[in-house]
Nanobody, 115 residues
Framework: QVQLVDSGGGLVQPGESLRLSCEARGINFRLFAVDWYRQAPEKERELVATATVDNGAIYADFVKGRFTVSRDNINRRSTLQMNMLEPEDTAVYYC?????????WGRGTRVTVSS
């Protein structure tokens, strides 16, 4: 069974940083891209960043220069380093993998940016 465990959220002030983590179980992790999505209250879920299979990264325009996504295939983990956080980054963040013909999601970790 595929399982994604995302963690690392919390309450921070504007300008501060957080590091989110996603641990994957039940898949050959190195074969799949890992996406990070977020969903703010009363808004649709949106793609934030992708850690590609070849260790590349793709970012949404609204996080470029602030967020960094990476992957550790040995430990089956992806990390989303979020710097210079803004109140607009407040959301529940989810990791996602498309594997075995299905979409797999973590349960989400809440990030709140507020002074």
């Amino acid at each position: 069974q595929v399982q994604l465990v995302d963690s690392g959220g919390g309450l921070v002030q504007p300008g501060e940083s957080l590091r989110l983590s996603c641990e994957a179980r039940g898949i050959n992790f190195r074969l799949f891209a890992v996406d990070w999505y977020r969903q703010a209250p009363e808004k649709e879920r949106e793609l934030v960043a992708t850690a590609t299979v070849d260790n590349g990264a793709i970012y949404a325009d609204f996080v470029k220069g602030r967020f960094t996504v990476s992957r550790d295939n040995i430990n089956r983990r992806s990390t989303l380093q979020m710097n210079m956080l803004e109140p607009e980054d407040t959301a529940v963040y989810y990791c996602h993998v498309k594997a075995r013909g299905s979409d797999w999601w973590g349960r989400g970790t809440r990030v709140t940016v507020s002074s």
